[in-house]
């Protein structure tokens, strides 16, 4: 680093500081060399640190504050001082020595204490009790106490002499003069760049600040020399605030899907089984329906119109040419309440609802699964889903769609592969290589519905693509996530530092 440069671009509160930085020094002394306030100084050595001028380290200790009364005693006296100056005409009454001297009744307490063990008032009772002064005592009320010279210390206090050790152990024990408290004691030191610049005449370096309309106006600013920015040196980092990463990826998720054409549906997390599995032509001897895979809510629902149609699908096929799942279809099991365990029951509705086609929808919910937590598996997470309704559509064009939408999401080592829906046929499985567990992470499955999932809904065969992907494991690629239980961690410093997202379309 040329020092030379260096030294034009010193702010004015490093250039002020650094002469008084010749050795190792503690904040308090520098203040108090400088005449610069603590927080002035505390900028200074965090700017000369971050310029690597000094070495700049803290440390944890107890330190000796003036409590209230002891900031009272430095103005008003201690107690026993004033009690000695009320006696130093001759002896008193106790009771009129402690008006003279404006004690209450525990000051009174400890400085008739502390002065009889200091041999300097005697006490005798008469009519009533009379103090007097020793021969100690008035040599006392000619001299500085001990505890009076120690409230002079500059505080707080950190280090403490051997020989003040007893006074302040003594103070402690009293109320509120002196008290012990943990602080931060910062200790800065020159490292060789700074005793460079220490070396050079740093009045011959100074530089403006700023460009004012003065300088303008006169013509002054001609010749001079200003100050840089210096976007080079480290400066403490700022957090604003900001929401969840996984909420910002489900806006840009949004963004894409809309952008595409698509329009977004909603729907509640509680369903009956029959929106969930049956009119999706999931068995119902399937097990996803048992109770170690769902989450089972007690309570059941209402089946809609089209049950009876779903009912001929599961049982014969309906009209599609499949013979179905065989058997007798229960209506009750259909009734049961559960937390949904993907979006997709969305789409059947709409399909049951559908008046025209095309029909292109998207949703982004949470659903929920009963399985074992681990570093890729959550029990409850976000799925993308969506279909595309028209006769013209082939399972090609579902390709292109979960291409073209991976791609937005910045991955570029993509694969397919045949998979096994109950619903869908053909169908598959989409997975991206994770570079840091050298593992090929599944994504979500896609396919087009099965005949005996569309004609009960919709009435008649139309080819549907439809998807349904983890979120979680989509973003934890662009966040360097290595366990998706890290994305809902209560970690305050993750979600401080965690980048915005900020993925551009390809």
């Known amino acids: 680093m040329d020092v030379k440069h260096l030294a034009q671009n010193l702010h004015p509160l490093e250039r002020k500081l650094l002469p008084f930085l010749r050795q190792r020094s503690t904040l308090p002394e520098l203040a108090k060399a400088s005449g610069m306030q603590d927080v002035e100084v505390m900028r200074a050595l965090q700017w000369l640190s971050n310029k690597q001028a000094i070495t700049l380290t803290q440390e944890e200790k107890e330190q000796l504050v003036l409590g209230n009364n002891g900031k009272l005693y430095l103005k008003q006296g201690l107690p026993e001082r004033r009690f000695l100056n009320a006696l130093a005409k001759g002896p008193l009454p106790v009771k009129e020595a402690m008006q003279k001297a404006k004690l209450d009744i525990n000051e009174l307490n400890i400085c008739l204490g502390l002065l009889r063990k200091k041999n300097a008032v005697s006490l005798v009772k008469e009519k009533e009790l009379i103090a007097s002064l020793t021969q100690e005592g008035k040599k006392l009320t000619e001299a500085e106490l001990p505890e009076e010279a120690f409230l002079r210390k500059a505080f707080p206090l950190i280090t403490i002499e051997p020989k003040d050790k007893s006074i302040s152990d003594e103070l402690l024990k009293r109320k509120d003069i002196i008290r012990l408290e943990k602080a931060t004691l910062w200790t800065a030191e020159p490292t060789t760049l700074g005793k460079d610049l220490l070396s050079l005449n740093l009045e011959s370096f ?12 006169a013509g002054k600013w001609k010749g001079k020399a200003f100050r840089e920015y210096d976007l080079t040196s480290k400066v403490p980092s700022v957090y604003g605030g900001k929401r969840h990463f996984v909420s910002q990826a489900i806006d840009y998720v949004r963004s894409i899907w809309l952008e595409m054409g698509f329009t ?3 729907g509640p997390l509680v369903q009956t089984a029959f929106w969930d599995l049956d009119a999706l032509f999931v068995p119902q001897d399937h097990p996803a329906r048992q109770m170690q ?4 809510i007690d309570g059941k629902g209402k089946l809609p119109k089209i049950a009876d149609e779903v009912r001929k699908a599961h049982e014969s096929g309906h009209s599609t040419g499949s013979k179905g799942w065989g058997g007798k279809w229960d209506a009750e099991a259909a009734k049961q309440l559960m937390l949904i365990t993907h979006d997709t029951y969305l789409s059947a509705q709409v399909l ?5 086609l095309p029909i292109k929808t998207f949703q982004i919910m949470k659903v929920f699964r009963n399985e074992a937590l681990d570093w890729k598996h959550l029990f409850e997470f976000y799925q993308v889903g969506g279909i595309v309704v028209d006769e013209s559509v082939t399972f090609c064009h579902l390709l292109g769609y979960l291409k073209q939408f991976f791609q937005k999401m910045g991955f570029e080592k993509i694969r397919i592969r045949p998979a096994h829906f109950p619903y869908v046929e053909p169908g598959c499985e989409v997975e991206v290589f994770h570079p840091e567990k050298k593992q090929w992470i599944e994504l979500g499955g896609a396919g087009v519905f099965r005949p005996e999932v569309v004609k009960p809904l919709l009435g008649k065969e139309v080819p549907v693509l439809a998807w349904g992907l ?20 209560n970690d ?5 530092e965690t980048r915005y997202w900020m993925r551009c379309p390809r």
């Open 492 to 496: 305050i410093r993750q979600l401080k």
């Open 293 to 296: 895979d769902t989450f089972f």
């Open 470 to 489: 983890g979120l979680e494991r989509i973003l934890a690629d662009y966040y360097k996530i290595t366990d998706l239980r890290d994305i809902y961690r």
């Open 352 to 356: 049951s609802q559908a008046k025209t």
């Open 264 to 266: 977004e549906l909603t």
């Open 206 to 217: 100074s530089a403006l600040d700023r460009l004012t309309p003065d300088l303008l106006q």
